[in-house]
DNA sequence: TTTACTGCAAATCTTTTGCATCAAC
DNA sequence: GTTGATGCAAAAGATTTGCAGTAAA
């Protein structure tokens, strides 16, 4: 990423350079805030607006995807990790990754019955998982909200 | 729904009243905001907290669902209506239902391959619709990868 | 009369923007 | 030295909340 952004004749700043590696070091998914909170703790001076305007830069030059799983938090990912879908459990804050292949049925039938071509990339699908399936008790979620 | 809430001892004000009609009125979703401008044409001192207090606690009563389709804005549509689905556009933002039936070989092979109890209630699916796809083709990167 | 509901204003929370300064090239 | 990038503060947009007054039952 890096090399693409010098290469595009973007100036390398240490903030730009920190909040690159956030983001590539995220494992798959990692918000504006996450982001933020990793760099200030290394660099007390970065602003937030310096995170969004650099995310923006990147998903721009087409290296980030944004996604809006709800709940009011985007999501930024790394284009060249691929793509994943994500399963998020409403009861404990869960984000499963999801096989692209699982949505390819999907997908087509969306397309042939629709004529719609359905950007899969954004798709975040609610429900409950395994665990909190098995452990009935309800915890008092913490991450998250957006019944 | 007003007889739901009156029977639950719930007070009938003019103002639950007309977004109560609202809700019930709006072809299939309608967002806070649309609600409240509507009800501010007949009723000029209302005021968007009681909106958002009203339906909170039609959402709690499980008479009006949520959906975060992403993009800032939270949609409510009421359950008696029945679920269904939406397929948004991300070229004129057009919004399309989808039947719960397209969802359900997904939701099954969701819970057999990931134990996932997928909640489809709040699917939201981003892509293009026919009328944009037959028009001006835009961007070449994101129509192509099937990213 | 009682207290649930409302309006208002102010607070959150996330993201954006204007502007003067600063540093990468 | 240019001018693109940053920090700061303030704005914007959606939603929430504290509080005192009001009206539904």
């Known amino acids: ?23 590539e070091n995220s494992s798959n998914h990692i918000s504006a ?10 660099y007390p001076n970065v602003n937030v607006s310096t995170v969004y305007r650099t995310l923006e830069l990147l998903e721009r030059l ?11 938090r985007v999501m930024y990912h790394p284009v060249e990790k691929g793509h994943h879908h ?23 039938s969306l397309l042939h019955q629709y004529q719609f071509i359905a950007d899969l990339r954004h798709l975040g699908i609610l429900g409950v998982c395994v665990n909190c399936r098995q452990q009935t008790p309800k915890k008092p979620a913490e991450s998250q909200q957006g019944e």
């Not at 090399?3 to 909040?19: A, F, N, V, W």
């Not at 994500?86 to 087509?108: R, Y």
Request: hydrophobic share 40%; with cysteine.
């Open 1 to 23: 990423m890096t090399d693409e952004l010098s290469h595009q004749g973007y100036r390398m700043t240490p903030q730009r350079l920190m909040i690159v590696a956030a983001v």
């Open 86 to 108: 994500h399963l998020v459990c409403k009861e404990c804050g869960a984000i499963i990754d999801l096989d692209e292949s699982a949505l390819m049925p999907l997908k087509e």
């Open 33 to 42: 805030d996450e982001i933020y909170s990793q760099v200030v703790a290394k």
């Open 62 to 72: 087409g290296l980030v995807t944004k996604t809006d799983l709800g709940g009011g």
